[in-house]
């Protein structure tokens, strides 16, 4: 019963450094989200992708890019980290064709940049 | 703009008795969706409960309970005999309706942290 996973869980990165964010849901859902959460802010969103072959920018965009790689699988890529992007970053997908579908979320991942 | 508004960043309440935790929100769509969710400091995103635009009776879940005053734009959730596993923060969120260009994004309030003191 995975649901949504995503990983890594906890990271460090130096300022300038790069990483991706991958994430992977197994309930057949059409679109996916990526939160940051931040304190005092709530959940922000970063990018999302409506269906498969397609993504688009949220609220905060700078400084990401996704990919969405299959129906399955979206991935956040920060190119060169900032200690702004220090952050809790969610993954959720969802059925949003039914208005009375919730969101399901990731684990988180804490991404912490020096 | 969708906006979602939580003014208590704190509430304390005794176990055993009911809390409500304020929700307003500001649309100017007619069809919309309000959504709670808890996130206990194991830092997971939980489901609580969900109320829709139109429907014309308050969300029940259990414990949980949805105050939707539409008129007033508010979704306040109201938990019934808490429980010390009720401390955590709480998010509540809004979707536009199904159709457009909603595509189930979420906009989230600031949250709540409440605290069960036994």
């Known amino acids: 019963n995975a649901g949504v996973t995503q990983t890594p869980k906890f990271q460090v990165l130096k300022t300038g450094q790069s990483m991706t964010l991958q994430c992977a849901q197994d309930m057949n859902h059409n679109s996916m989200y990526w939160y940051r959460q931040d304190p005092g802010m709530g959940l922000r969103l970063i990018y999302y992708s409506a269906s498969e072959g397609t993504t688009d920018k949220g609220e905060v965009p700078n400084g990401y890019n996704v990919s969405r790689l299959n129906k399955r699988e979206f991935s956040l890529r920060l190119e060169s980290a900032a200690p702004s992007q220090t952050s809790v970053y969610f993954c959720a997908s969802s059925d949003w064709a039914g208005m009375n579908t919730e969101a399901f979320f990731g684990q988180g991942t804490r991404l912490t940049v020096v | 703009a969708q906006k979602i508004t939580q003014t208590q960043p704190g509430m304390f309440v005794q176990e055993k008795e009911a809390v409500t935790l304020d929700c307003t929100y500001d649309t100017s769509d007619q069809s919309y969706g309000l959504f709670w969710y808890k996130q206990p400091s194991s830092g997971e995103m939980i489901f609580l409960i969900y109320q829709g635009s139109y429907d014309e009776q308050n969300a029940t879940e259990g414990r949980y309970s949805l105050n939707f005053q539409k008129a007033r734009k508010s979704a306040n959730l109201v938990i019934s005999a808490s429980q010390l596993g009720d401390s955590a923060m709480y998010f509540c969120?809004?979707?536009?309706?199904?159709?457009?260009?909603?595509?189930?994004?979420?906009?989230f309030g600031q949250g709540t942290i409440l605290t069960v003191h036994p």
């Open positions: 969120a809004m979707r536009k309706g199904a159709g457009g260009t909603s595509y189930g994004k979420l906009t």
